[in-house]
């Protein structure tokens, strides 16, 4: 079993159609037909949505992409029409709470997969190395470790799973079935070039930018960055000063979620039919600081 523990209600505002319910995002419209996505403190592991939440996550993702788009701006337009991060700033109606966590966007048509850039071998894709020596397809030379460093970075992009589900790798050839060669063509290399500004700007910060998922979409013709970039929940970041190949690296992400819910102090059953118990305070504590330390350490900015 998988998908939430406990489904939100979404708050209703007036003039705002409310349109889904992700695992940490809200997305509504407005009547000019923007999207206005506002992002929770929720969080998953193991393809559930956790009945705990993690305060201040969601804004801390959303000034974090804010930041990068702005780092990409010259190598891909975004959908941000205009950040809410005051009271002030938000639709009419919308609640206080809402402020520093709300992005107003263009509607766009996306792209029907996840874009993910690979520079590590890690998490799926060192699963599937293990098997056959490849990542989605893609041969890889032998000797690699877990968080080894591959030769070149590599597009390995995946289903788009509905609440609950897990994304599945699939092929560049299954892409280009989907969207046409010279859209996949377009996602791969605009990927890859993202991928490549941000691994390059983290490095100098003494992080490492193992992997991440980029979401796409259409207006008109052009292709635009969407969703969130380069975040703690759309990226394995690891602390250059620790990487060893070999082992698991530490992360600035939900490790100590994960941690814990396979721990014996969880009594959680990872293979059984029981959603995931509450996260105990230490754990909930533990994973803000980490957020908080990775949107400090890349951006040079004090959290506040």
Not at 160 to 177: F, L, T
Not at 226 to 249: K, V
Not at 262 to 275: N, Q
Request: charged letters at 25%.
């Amino acid at each position: 079993m998988s998908g939430f523990v406990e489904k939100p209600e979404p708050v209703q505002v007036p003039g705002l159609e409310h349109l889904h319910t992700g695992k940490v995002r809200e997305l509504y419209q407005n009547a000019a037909g923007e999207l206005v996505m506002v992002a929770s403190d929720r969080i998953s592991a193991y393809d559930w949505v956790l009945p705990s939440e993690i305060p201040d996550k969601g804004r801390v993702l959303t000034q974090l992409s804010l930041w990068w788009f702005d780092q990409l701006a010259d190598l891909m337009p975004n959908h941000v029409v205009r950040a809410c991060d005051t009271p002030q700033d938000l639709p009419a109606g919308a609640p206080a709470h809402w402020a520093g966590r709300t992005v107003v966007c263009t509607a766009l048509r996306m792209a029907p997969v996840e874009c993910v850039a690979r520079g590590y071998l890690a998490g799926s894709g060192l699963r599937e190395y293990a098997e056959n020596r490849t990542v989605c397809g893609l041969a890889l030379p032998e000797g690699l470790d877990n968080g080894s460093e591959l030769p070149a970075a590599i597009f390995t992009p995946a289903t788009k799973a509905a609440v609950g589900d897990h994304d599945e790798n699939v092929s560049y050839e299954e892409v280009a079935r989907q969207v046409g060669a010279e859209s996949a063509a377009e996602l791969r290399q605009a990927t890859l070039a993202l991928y490549s500004r941000g691994r390059d700007i983290a490095r100098e910060r003494g992080i490492i930018l193992a992997d991440t998922k980029f979401e796409f979409g259409y207006d008109g013709e052009r292709l635009v960055l969407a969703d969130e970039a380069l975040t703690p929940d759309s990226s394995r970041f690891w602390p250059a000063d620790q990487w060893e190949p070999g082992r698991d690296q530490p992360s600035f992400d939900k490790q100590f979620i994960r941690d814990w819910l396979t721990s014996p102090a969880s009594g959680w059953d990872r293979t059984g039919e029981l959603p995931p118990p509450p996260l105990p305070a230490e754990v909930v504590e533990q994973t803000r600081a980490k957020y908080v330390e990775a949107y400090e350490r890349l951006t040079g900015l004090t959290w506040s």
